[in-house]
């Protein structure tokens, strides 16, 4: 039986006790707006916090706020449990020490250097399979074997937008690049185009880079005929941990950054050989736009693995996007239903803070 203390919604600490600036204001964005002072530094006027407040503030600001990111995968440089309560062995700044002891003692936590396990890291044996090119095909069969093929119907919309087209009223204009311009992007190679489209219109202002300065428009497309697809942003149902996971190293290779789109490029390539018209894929943005954190973990196991209600976690995580092969337009899978100037009227960030030494 566990020995340890459920957290209770007394109030224990305020965002006033706090010196450093950057875990002062994660508090007051997440405490309560509660009358009376504080116990422990009577201020009246800070957003009071319970042990639960507290221990999500020491997870956002100590966990999530020194996770790093390697080439494929991302894991916390902090961690902390109740085991470890009375022996942190982290060094913070300063300005943080005495806010960590707070902390430790509002919540009986203690912080440490965390080892990883290494599936976290990239460790994980398609993925690898995937980044040698002598045993990439293999991987790739797999792929297309075991990723479910799906029908995106007839008149099913989707958005495709554009930065500064020459002739924005022009319907072609959003079709794939010409052939030229191919291999620039993460499905795409030379001499194999690609027409990149989402249902979420936020994510295609990510994926184009738009800022304020340039000249938007945004076609609202439709499909004019059923389309094969194959989803790779599908949750693969495997008996198999996360180290020999296909399910993950697909997770992994669409969360990564540009070093990855060779693999990329050649599962899409073997698709469009399969017969499918295009893929759906995770976007990288995903996390940035659902607010999730990377390869999120409990006691080291993936919670997009063992997840109670997987598919709806992976769900609520996921922006699904479209890419279709070839130039749809041209041959008449796709048309526009309609184009619009795109103005962004107002920009926001969300964030949190984290330490700067540890």
């Known amino acids: 039986m566990s020995d340890v203390t459920e957290p209770t919604s007394q109030i224990l600490l305020c965002s006033n006790c706090f010196t450093d600036e950057g875990l002062r204001i994660d508090a007051a964005k997440h405490g309560l707006e509660q009358q009376g002072e504080c116990p422990n530094c009577q201020s ?30 991302a894991a916390p440089v902090i961690q902390f449990n109740e085991y470890h309560y009375g022996r942190s062995d982290i060094t913070p700044s300063a300005w943080l020490a005495n806010d960590m002891k707070l902390i430790e003692e509002a919540a009986k936590i203690g912080f440490f250097h965390y080892g990883p396990r290494l599936w976290m890291v990239g460790e994980v044996e398609p993925l690898k399979a ?12 797999r792929v297309l074997r075991e990723y479910p093929e799906i029908i995106f119907s007839k008149g099913r919309k989707f958005y495709r937008l554009r930065v500064n087209p020459d002739h924005p009223a022009n319907p072609f204009e959003y079709d794939s690049p010409p052939v030229a311009f191919a291999g620039r992007g993460r499905l795409d190679s030379p001499g194999f185009s690609v027409m990149y489209g989402s249902q979420d219109l936020d994510v295609c202002i990510h994926e184009c880079r738009a800022s304020t300065e340039d000249e938007l428009y945004v076609a609202t497309l439709q499909s004019q005929q059923d389309l094969k697809l194959l989803d790779l942003s ?9 180290f020999e996971s296909l399910d993950m190293a697909i997770h992994m290779l669409f969360l990564a950054r540009s070093h990855s789109y060779e693999i990329a490029r050649d599962i899409a390539l073997a698709a469009k050989l399969a017969g499918f018209d295009g893929v759906i894929y995770p ?22 693995h063992y997840h109670q209600e997987r598919e709806k976690y992976v769900e609520a995580t996921t922006i699904r996007n479209l890419a279709l092969f070839g130039r749809p337009m041209e041959i008449g899978l796709v048309s526009v239903e309609c184009i619009n100037r795109l103005i962004l009227t107002q920009v926001g960030y969300r964030g949190h803070f984290g330490p700067v030494e540890y």
């Open 44 to 73: 009246p006027d800070g957003q009071k916090l319970t042990q639960e407040h507290i221990l999500d503030l020491a997870w956002r600001f100590f966990v999530s706020g020194t996770t790093v990111r390697s080439d494929y995968g």
């Open 283 to 304: 976007s990288f943005f995903s996390l940035i736009r659902t607010g999730s954190h990377p390869f999120e973990t409990v006691y080291g196991m993936s919670v997009r």
């Open 130 to 141: 995937l980044q040698d090119p002598a045993t990439r095909p293999q991987l790739i069969e």
């Open 234 to 242: 599908y949750p693969l149902k495997e008996s198999e941990n996360e």
